[in-house]
């Protein structure tokens, strides 16, 4: 065998060799968790716990009446909720637990004071993951609407591994 094929597979063997870069490692992170939802109509606002849950938790949405302000809210059940999928179909509705005396009624709330109700979704755990819309009525207070996604995190990564 001649040395000249294998001296000229050495030279090029070589040359490749010292154009080679290391590759820049990829940051590895998670998406960041979406905000817990709010939103507001005077005298009412509302926030949701989460603005992210896993099908099978659940989320707790807050209405709070802020003073000065009457709004005339039912006994039975005074917080409705129902939440909606993209298409708008219903996929859940619920209320809060019943509540006697001055929680309602005409509920009156004085200036720089106020007065809040709560109701929990507990998220199927078949539900498809996606954009679900939650509507929240406390009597005849306006109804507000709040955003929140059902899905799974992505795991967190694994350096090394293919």
């Given at each position: 065998?001649?040395?000249?094929?294998?001296?000229?597979?050495?030279?090029?063997?070589?040359?490749?060799?010292s154009?080679?870069?290391?590759?820049?490692?990829?940051?590895?992170?998670?998406?960041?968790?979406?905000?817990?939802?709010?939103?507001?109509?005077?005298?009412?606002?509302?926030?949701?716990?989460?603005?992210?849950?896993?099908?099978?938790?659940?989320?707790?949405?807050?209405?709070a009446?802020?003073?000065?302000?009457?709004v005339?809210?039912g006994?039975?059940?005074?917080?409705?909720?129902?939440?909606?999928d993209?298409?708008?179909?219903?996929?859940?509705?619920?209320g809060?637990?019943?509540?006697?005396?001055?929680l309602?009624?005409?509920?009156a709330?004085?200036?720089?004071a106020?007065?809040?109700?709560?109701?929990?979704?507990?998220v199927?755990p078949?539900?498809?993951?996606?954009?679900?819309?939650?509507a929240?009525?406390?009597?005849?207070?306006?109804?507000?609407?709040?955003?929140?996604?059902?899905?799974?995190?992505p795991?967190?990564?694994?350096?090394?591994?293919?």
């Amino acid at each position: 065998m001649s040395r000249l094929p294998l001296a000229a597979l050495a030279l090029l063997v070589a040359a490749c060799g010292s154009s080679v870069t290391q590759a820049v490692p990829v940051p590895c992170a998670r998406p960041a968790r979406p905000p817990a939802p709010a939103a507001s109509a005077a005298p009412v606002s509302a926030t949701a716990s989460a603005g992210e849950v896993v099908p099978g938790g659940s989320v707790t949405f807050t209405e709070a009446i802020a003073g000065p302000a009457t709004v005339q809210v039912g006994c039975s059940s005074p917080l409705q909720l129902v939440v909606t999928d993209s298409t708008g179909l219903a996929v859940y509705g619920g209320g809060a637990p019943a509540v006697t005396g001055p929680l309602c009624g005409a509920v009156a709330v004085a200036a720089g004071a106020s007065q809040s109700y709560q109701v929990t979704w507990p998220v199927d755990p078949t539900l498809p993951g996606g954009a679900y819309t939650a509507a929240l009525v406390l009597g005849d207070a306006p109804q507000l609407s709040l955003t929140v996604a059902v899905g799974v995190r992505p795991p967190a990564c694994r350096r090394g591994r293919s």
